[in-house]
């Protein structure tokens, strides 16, 4: 059924000039992420709503993407992204979100709301409408991680054309999938890092379950041994719902201009918001977690030399040294596991 799936989704992708969300293999990298910080109780709650997948959130990480063009699902389209203002957001030159309740019917922030809503056991909703609900929410989440779906610039960046390992292409494409291709291969050809921290856990095991190319294992153990000692402190902060959240900068001796996620508010109430509002607002808050993938267009993204080669030189090496695209495929998949613990738990 995956594989049938994945043929209709890759003749679809030749004639549909639309975003396609991290590729698969970003997505599932983030979903095995995730799973490995859920909980026992919500991990076999999981298993129950995906006995199909056997409970490995990884094999429905791309599916919203593979069905979002059928006549049954192309209401979901616009849900993968957020279009912003261009007179409030162009970057580099500066960079916004401006987002409020019931703005746009369809949308990446309202969608992950209303998806967390419908898997609530206590939504009344059906057994499959709330497996459904999980496949969307885990897809989404991922999807509000990939900063060029947060503007509007250049159809978020899939009218810039750019160059990258000598190959045509547009900015879209190389940060959906072209940059983590490219680390799993330097991953896979050079790495020495230890690759045992999952061997015996079968909730984390990827085996690259839709993803054509090379094993991304090491470089996904990779990144959860970066939030186990480097960002290990900054765990917590990664799900905080707070306005102050931003995505500032330290600068060890060592290791400068390293990407850091902070919140100035150490609470965990994520019920901050007035349920008044013309949505109701869930157990996740993409309103406040967008303003820093946002912001990175303007920091990181947009900043490149369009007669170079993106895969080498200041551009590439920013990006590698910074650990960018590693920090927002952890801190997408961190989001994801304490959104389903807190629904589901």
């Not at 059906?126 to 509000?144: M, P, T």
């Not at 839709?210 to 290990?232: A, C, F, H, K, Q």
Request: glycine share 4%; net charge negative.
């Amino acid at each position: 059924m995956f594989q049938k799936n994945r043929i209709i989704f890759l003749t679809l992708i030749f004639f549909v000039p639309h975003v396609l969300s991290w590729g698969f293999v970003g997505h599932e990298i983030i979903a095995a992420i995730g799973q490995r910080f859920l909980s026992p109780k919500v991990y076999k709650k999981v298993l129950e709503l995906l006995p199909e997948a056997h409970g490995n959130l990884s094999f429905i990480a791309a599916w919203a993407d593979q069905i979002k063009y059928t006549p049954e699902y192309n209401f979901t389209a616009p849900m993968h992204y957020f279009d912003t203002s261009p007179l409030t957001d162009n970057p580099p030159s500066f960079c916004a979100v401006d987002w409020a309740p019931g703005k746009v019917e369809f949308d990446l922030i309202t969608a992950i709301h209303n998806y967390s809503n419908r898997l609530d056991p206590n939504s009344d909703l059906s057994f499959l409408s709330r497996a459904e609900a999980l496949k969307f929410l885990v897809h989404f989440i991922g999807d509000l991680h990939q900063p060029l779906h947060i503007t509007s610039k250049d159809k978020g960046g899939n009218g810039i054309p750019v160059t990258f390992e000598g190959h045509n292409t547009n900015l879209h494409s190389i940060w959906d999938t072209n940059i983590i291709y490219k680390r799993i291969r330097e991953f896979n050809e050079n790495s020495t890092f230890d690759h045992n921290l999952s061997e015996n856990d079968n909730r984390f095991n990827s085996s690259n379950p839709l993803s054509e190319g090379p094993s991304y294992d090491l470089y996904l153990n990779y990144i959860v041994d970066l939030m186990r000692t480097i960002w290990r402190n900054e765990l917590s902060s990664w799900t905080i719902c707070n306005e102050d959240l931003k995505l500032s900068h330290d600068h060890p001796s060592s290791y400068p201009n390293k990407l850091h996620f902070s919140s100035a508010n150490e609470s965990f109430d994520h019920f901050f918001l007035s349920m008044n509002q013309e949505i109701s607002f869930s157990a996740a808050c993409p309103e406040y977690w967008v303003i820093p993938i946002n912001q990175l267009n303007c920091q990181v993204v947009f900043k490149y030399d369009p007669e170079s080669d993106l895969s080498t030189g200041e551009y590439y090496e920013r990006i590698v040294d910074e650990k960018v695209i590693e920090k927002l495929l952890a801190v997408a998949g961190i989001r994801i596991a304490a959104v389903l613990n807190t629904i589901l738990n």
